[in-house]
């Protein structure tokens, strides 16, 4: 068979196709199934205690009046678990605080009760005795000799690379190409700045929820708000001290994820609490909980400096990284090398050097989020770049045109570009935008009101990690999809059942998708990385072509034809090239397959992405820990162009139109494509100028919605434009990418120099509140 996944995209008219979601129905009638919703014999309902004080010793715990509440059956501490730290990078966290707690909010007891009222009275009287230390919540001063060590035994905790000396680092990265030392002698612009990006909560609309059930042989079967089965079983297994097949996960619908249900949650806590009562356990969050207790993105300090000549071409860039990891270390070890391999943009500059740091705080613990670090890094790329147009008097689209990445470029690191669409994402956008029109002022503004017109440019990856799925021909001749794949809300359940469909010449309703289950589906790292369409949509399509294949033999052998003669319509046939009437139906070949020949017909593919070329050892110069660059997927590009309008006395910003152009190789449903890149905009409208998670000395002051500003239907601008590149990627299935976190990336520059283009004052700290807006208007009427 041929490697190339996009050949035959056209095999049927399913792909491209905007197909309804297959979970429509469900969602829309309020049928669909989520943790919350479901109920087991004799539940019992959970509630977390989580610490006041963002760094302290735990002197002592007195759960005895909790106990005595009746209706209580379970009342745990860190003291009552077993000794299993758990972490991707580092191992360094526990279900439950022992000995210290580390933020504000961290758990610290765990009670399980006939009702929900009586586990949260229970909480209440449960006395805690601490003593209070000094907390750390600004990155720099975590990184001082003389700061409070937040883990003392992080030397101790087991982790995958070579930690930092300094106690409070979680992980060190430096990329240096080039020779940045003495290209600064050759550059006519020199544009340097501080940029600073916040903590943003996940804000999916479910939060963290799980039941938790042991049966009689000491198996744990978890329903959870997941985005991996395989992850949950996997840390869950660990917390517990069980072999993961004692273990089970089950995702049911889940309402969003963001990266925010990466890893594990409160998956661990549940299980324990089943364990200890014998009795199924429901702990679901309250949004305060969750957003105190959980994860979010990384908020941090990045400082950056760009020169180039007076023409336009970069010549070098230095920049450094410092990220706030919050109290554990989660995926920070991760998120830090992405911020700074990302630091270079779409662009070439020769000359590079990039240090980033993910470093402990007394802070809610980071996590992935969309865009996993590449957001921070492009915020302040892409605002320095018009920064430095400005400076050489260049039109800011040209000097990015100019400077964009081509075919067989290398990026940062070596690796090279095997598909070269960022040239073509500029001009997409540039002349969907009107953008020379109204750069120069084209439309006027409301009376006492600025408008401009900001662009971004963006790279990004698609695929990571393994993948496996498995396609059964039925006996009626359906098929069923089994890869474990989670569909946090972004329609992969679609897209996947498309792609069989497409594969194999079925109609939608012919193709079953299993959910994603342990006991029975292949091993799925998670759903993060934009890895679904590309990774594990190749498993998928793989899988769906060794059933044809099998079909064929079957039908060459029944028709006495080559199967090279063989071909497949639509709604389950198989039949030969330019003889209508040689035809079978699937259920024919199912029926041989099973009763006469050879045996059920399974499809199964498992594959690993492994990189085409590696860093290059004589091109970088590497310190430190990262995972990156070798084990990343393909490149993706984007372009996105904001009109704002800023209102002069109080600095508040309007997004009034957006464009978006991005490279997707091949939209295997296109209003599922539009629907990411619109979500995404939308969701990172906030992160430009609503999110910002607030501490006030390590305690957070806005955990509720009605403090925390995320942008609803009234702030969306009225139009966005999603423009598709499409340029098949033959290593995809039908030359398909993900697009799901590049198109957050852009907003935030985009929005910011958009700011400035109205204003002519640059807003380097986001969100750009009104507030900010206002500072940065009046520092620049001040210096004129």
Partial sequence: MSTNMAENQQINPIIGASVPRIEGPEKATGRAVYTDDITRPGMLHAALLGSHYPHARILSIDTSRAKALPGVKAVLTGADLPLNYIGMFIKDQLPLARDKVCYSGEPVAAVAAVDLATARQALRLIEMEYEELEPVTDVEEALEPDAPVIHEKRDEYPTMYELPEEPNAICFTEFMEGDPNTAWDKCDAIVEDEYLVPAQYHMYMEPSSTVAEVDGSGKVTLWSSTQGVARSQMYTALALGLPMSKVRVIAPRIGGGFGGKCEFTNQPITALLAQATGRPVKLTFSREDDMTMMKRRHGGKIYMKTGAKKDGTLVARDCRIILDGGAYADESPEVSPVAAFFSQGPYRIPNMRVEAWSVYTNLSRASAFRGFGNPQATFA????????????????????????????????????????????????????????????????????????IGMAGMSHISGLAGAGANVLLNEDGSVTLNCGAVDIGQGSDTIFTQIVAGALALDMDQVNFAAPDTDSSPYQFQTSASRNTYTIGRAVKKASDDVRDQIYRHAGEILECDTNDLELRQGGVVGVKGVPDAALPFIAIAGRALWQEGGPIMGTHNWLYTPQDRMDPKRMLLRGFALMPDGIGIFTFGAQVAEVEVDEVTGQVEVLEYWAAHDVGKAINKTSVEGQIEGGIVQMLGYALTEEMLWDNGRMINPTMMDYKIPGMADAPYKIHSLLIEEAEESAPFGAKGVGEICAVGPAPAIANAIKNAVGARVAQIPATPERVLTAMQSADDAD
């Fill in 381 to 452: 790329s892409e605002s320095q770049l018009d920064d430095l147009a400005d400076q050489l008097g260049m039109d800011p689209l040209e000097l990015r045109l100019n400077n964009a990445l081509e075919q067989d470029d290398k990026f940062f690191c070596g690796k090279t570009i095997e598909k070269a669409t960022m040239r073509a994402c500029l001009e997409k956008v540039r002349d969907a935008s009107g953008w020379a029109a109204k750069r120069s002022g084209g439309r006027p503004a409301a009376p006492g009101k600025k408008r401009g």
